[in-house]
């Protein structure tokens, strides 16, 4: 079903090296090509966020460079280059100056940070953890006896004060929901996160939201909607992320909130493709490592030959909070389901999400109960059968 020319991947994410690795498990003929605009190493995203306690270089969080990478995969790797246009009619895509030919395209370009509108002439000093370089930054700017301000208490947001706490370091989480994770999990978990996060030195700021940021000295002034201010080393914005689509879109491919694909992780062209944090499965964008996972596997077989939909099993997230163990199976979008207590003995607590039937369509761990996500995880029916 697909044409015999280069395979070309923009994106050496988890989810362009991944998917080129289970392509090359069944096909080493076909040319690969792979392009990235960062430098190519293969490296765990999700350790960025718990990696400033260990004290990990950036070059420490590289598992294999470029040239490692090319050699195991027998493909050419563009570094430091940006894909700027998608030619569909004569299946080409430029590259800062080079139009190369594919036969198949694939688009794992990831997702931006997103950015709050918050005034003031200090705004620009907040930075944004999304890649390796960025932690570089991030890592360079952070000095001992600092303390941060962290914009959002989502996963990120919640993994960052708790590493940076066990660090050392004083961190502040500014937040407009009522307790962390106020999107994912029941209020008993939140209020079990803050309460040992702030044990080990975090300060909350719960329904409020930086507004303003001057600048003081080397130091940054933060003013809140609820009229807090106080005085800060660095901020840290943790508010989610935005796929990448623009050029997906400019070359005329369908896009939503991501590209859109369908279960063969297709989009609008047959030679195009997309996984990992850019893509629209049906109506799903699931930012997450075990949703590319699923489409790397099903891409790489349809690629070599042999369609294969994706399935998306329940997909735990573990946060890594090591202060206070969590995980969380939030419903699939779509699903209506109330949050119960299951079982609570201290912060070591179980939250189902049960459907007006009784059906499990979520879950919550906290503490000790998380040795049962396994369990439950077979128990919610799958995302996409
Ligand atoms: C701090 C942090 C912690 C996380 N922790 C977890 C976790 O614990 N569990 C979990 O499941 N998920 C976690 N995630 C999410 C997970 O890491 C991502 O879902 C995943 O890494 C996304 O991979 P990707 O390959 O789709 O995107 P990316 O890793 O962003 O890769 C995008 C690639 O596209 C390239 N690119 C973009 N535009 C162009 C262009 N125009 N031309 C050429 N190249 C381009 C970039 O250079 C890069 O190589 C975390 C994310 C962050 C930021």
């Known amino acids: 079903m697909t044409a015999r020319g280069p ?29 990235t605009r960062d430098d190519g190493c293969y490296y765990s995203k999700p350790m960025l966020s718990n990696a400033i306690a260990q004290g990990k270089t950036p070059d420490a969080l590289c598992l294999a460079t470029a040239e490692k990478q090319a050699e195991a995969l027998d493909a050419r790797i563009l570094t430091r280059v940006e894909a700027v246009r998608i030619d569909r009619q004569r299946q080409h895509v430029e590259v800062d100056g080079e139009s190369i030919a594919y036969g198949d395209l694939v688009l ?26 960025d932690y570089a ?34 961190a502040r989480v500014v937040d407009i929901g009522r307790h962390p994770l106020g999107r994912l999990v029941p209020t008993a978990l939140g209020q079990a996160l803050a309460e040992t996060l702030a044990g080990k030195g975090v300060t909350w700021h719960f329904e409020d939201a930086v507004v303003r940021i001057e600048r003081d000295g080397h130091r940054l002034r933060i003013h809140t909607r609820e009229g807090a201010r106080w005085t800060t080393d660095l901020v840290l914005s943790a508010v989610g992320l935005r796929p990448r689509t623009e050029l997906a879109a400019a070359a005329g491919l369908a896009v939503g909130r991501g590209i859109r694909v369908d279960r063969l992780l297709r989009t609008s062209d047959p030679h195009v493709w997309a996984l990992g944090d850019c893509a629209e499965v049906e109506d799903l964008v699931l930012p997450f490592v075990m949703p590319l996972m699923n489409a790397a596997r099903a891409l790489g077989a349809t690629l070599a030959g042999e369609p294969t939909p994706v399935r998306y099993p329940a997909m735990p997230v573990v946060v890594k909070t090591p202060d206070y163990p969590l995980v969380v199976c939030p419903p699939r979008p779509g699903w209506h389901c109330e949050w119960r207590l299951a079982a609570r003995q201290g912060h070591d607590i179980e939250a189902h999400c049960l459907d007006p039937e009784g059906t499990l369509r979520g879950f919550a761990l906290g503490g000790a109960a998380t040795q049962k996500k396994q369990v439950l995880a077979k128990a919610v029916p799958d995302w996409l059968a």
Not at 11 to 22: F, H, I, W
Not at 108 to 131: F, K, S, Y
Request: with cysteine; charged share 30%.
């Open 108 to 133: 794992a370009i990831g997702a931006e940070p997103i950015r709050l509108p918050i005034e003031g002439e200090g705004a620009d000093a907040v930075l944004t953890v999304n890649d390796r370089l």
């Open 7 to 35: 395979l070309v991947v923009l994106g050496t994410g988890l989810a362009g090296y991944t998917l080129a690795r289970e392509f090359r498990k069944r096909d080493r003929e076909r040319p690969l090509v792979m392009v």
């Open 137 to 170: 930054r991030f890592r360079e700017r952070l000095q001992p006896g600092m303390e941060v301000t962290l914009i959002g208490a989502g996963l990120i947001g919640c993994e960052f004060a708790d590493d940076l706490a066990a660090g050392g370091w004083r």
